[in-house]
């Protein structure tokens, strides 16, 4: 039977985490026609296509795909080996990839992991729940900082504050009077939803469902800063976690009677990548300040 050698392993580990020949050879300090040499002889060897090259980057196939969830954890194994040399430096080098959800709480954190560890290059990705749920769970992000991770048995989770989910009404709503409004309230208002795989759209459809009620909204927008601006322009009453942003110009922010107090804003991983140092460094940050509250 043939067999892959390390170096081939590891330069199609490359291009599948990185997406792209060029950023895998820069990665592995090689030439982009070595990485390509490479790629080819596997799929010579084995007369398969291991990537749909195109423009923008290296797509990989169906057979691509089964083979990285294979091997990726080889990555990580040589990443690991090369930290344990590494941790004598005590993260004077060193990078970090983050996925985010809400720029707000996580950019605190990720302020403060900054200015304890400058050393650590941070690559940082933003994206509704589901594609940072998915960008840790595909390996291209490193950690993922969310409201309500998910629970499983391969990742592990830290939560490091909480926040509620809030209304967004425009100043000059008759509504923007009150101290606080119900959801049945808002069936015949123009009401805005973000998109399903938003946590916050989650939540609202749960509560909608377990009280039996049904609201048809206005828009549907993919983005958070979207429902802000489209609020402050009077277009309508939209959903948002309290801490998700910092502005705070032509919205009148109050509490949802039915929606829940709090919610857990959390750290999470996989669990094969809980030991490497910079995660572990992370999520060191996080209990330290939890336990000196």
Sequence with gaps: MKRLSSSQIRVFN?????????DA???????????TAHIRTVEKAYDVRLFERSGTGAR??????????????????????????????MLEVGELSIACGAPGPAMQL???????????RLQLLFGNWQEVVNAVRDRKADLGLLTDAPEADDIVKQAFASQKIV????????????????????????????TGNSQTQRAVNAVLEQNGLEIKPLLVLEAREAIYEACAQGVGIGFMFDGAST??????????????????EEA?????KRNLRAIDAFFSMISCEASSI
Excluded: W
């Excluded at 050879?25 to 990485?35: D, F, M, N």
């Excluded at 990720?110 to 400058?118: A, D, E, G, I, T």
């Excluded at 032509?250 to 857990?264: A, D, K, M």
């Design 14 to 22: 490359e291009v599948a985490s990185q997406g792209s020949f060029s």
């Design 25 to 35: 050879a820069r990665a592995l300090s090689v030439s982009q026609p070595a990485i």
């Design 60 to 89: 990989l196939t169906q057979i691509g795909r089964r083979l990285f969830q294979r091997t990726a954890s080889m990555r990580d194994t040589e990443r690991e080996a090369a930290e344990i040399l590494e941790r004598a430096h």
């Design 110 to 120: 990720v302020s403060r992991f900054q200015k304890s560890y400058p050393g650590v």
């Design 167 to 194: 209304a967004l009404v425009p100043q000059g709503h008759p509504l923007a009077q009150r101290r606080k409004l119900s959801l049945n309230e808002l069936e015949h208002e123009p009401v805005l939803f973000r």
């Design 247 to 264: 502005r705070r110009d032509g919205v009148v922010r109050l509490p949802v009677s039915q929606l829940p107090e709090t919610h857990s």
């Design 268 to 272: 999470f991983c996989l669990a094969s």
